[in-house]
T-cell receptor
Framework: GENVEQHPSTLSVQEGDSAVIKCTYSDSASNYFPWYKQELGKGPQLIID?????GEKKDQRIAVTLNKTAKHFSLHITETQPEDSAVYFC?????????????FGSGTQLTVLP | DTGVSQNPRHKITKRGQNVTFRCDPISEHNRLYWYRQTLGQGPEFLTY????????KSRLLSDRFSAERPKGSFSTLEIQRTEQGDSAMYLC?????????????FGPGTRLTVL
């Protein structure tokens, strides 16, 4: 089955700086890679996703890059703000028309220092 | 609020007791998923439904666990003879299959503590 590794487990940045979180996956058949943000006491919330037919996707301050050859993908947050502080999870899945069973990484606790 | 809702939000039980959780998905979503999340870890897939049919179960879903979605709307997850190792956050997610999109929307979870 799929295995997703995520680094770092904790990350502290100064407000305004950039944050980068990296994930690797094992199953070359995986073709869908979402990123979730989880705040304390809440369920994960999708912030951005990428499919294997593109190498990069951007949404305002958030971007994701995918390297299929190396089987890794990264989340980039620019101009970080205190409200970006949360746990971030990457995930990978294979979609064949049936449900996407997400395999999650172990999470990164991001702290944005004011 | 039209998001995924879960009840109860917290459940404390004694070892050996049975517990049942409920998930109400977003109304037009035909797929419903259950995940388990332990402290400091990402969610782990347990099972999913397409409408009322349970199509896949993880090996994590022992025979003490049973899930239903009787009318293709809400779902229940029952754990029989709870063990301390069952203590975790149980998350429900729903999605609507439309072309290649299958974004999963998560509920707030039910936190189970087994004493």
């Amino acid at each position: 089955g799929e295995n997703v590794e995520q680094h770092p487990s904790t990350l502290s940045v100064q407000e305004g700086d950039s944050a980068v979180i990296k994930c690797t996956y094992s199953d070359s058949a995986s073709n869908y890679f979402p990123w979730y943000k989880q705040e304390l006491g809440k369920g994960p919330q999708l912030i951005i996703d990428i499919r294997s037919n593109v190498g990069e996707k951007k949404d305002q301050r958030i971007a994701v890059t995918l390297n299929k050859t190396a089987k890794h993908f990264s989340l980039h947050i620019t101009e970080t703000q205190p409200e970006d502080s949360a746990v971030y999870f990457c995930a990978a899945a294979f979609s064949s028309g049936s449900a996407r069973q997400l395999t999650f990484g172990s999470g990164t606790q991001l702290t944005v220092l004011p | 609020d039209t998001g995924v809702s879960q009840n109860p939000r917290h459940k404390i039980t004694k070892r050996g007791q049975n517990v049942t959780f409920r998930c109400d998905p977003i109304s037009e979503h035909n797929r419903l998923y259950w995940y388990r999340q332990t402290l400091g870890q990402g969610p782990e897939f347990l099972t999913y439904f397409q409408n009322e049919a349970q199509l896949e179960k993880s090996r994590l879903l022992s025979d003490r666990f049973s899930a239903e979605r009787p009318k293709g709307s809400f779902s229940t997850l029952e754990i029989q003879r709870t063990e301390q190792g069952d203590s975790a956050m149980y998350l429900c997610a729903s999605s609507f299959q439309r072309g290649g999109s299958n974004e999963q929307f998560f509920g707030p979870g039910t936190r189970l503590t087994v004493l």
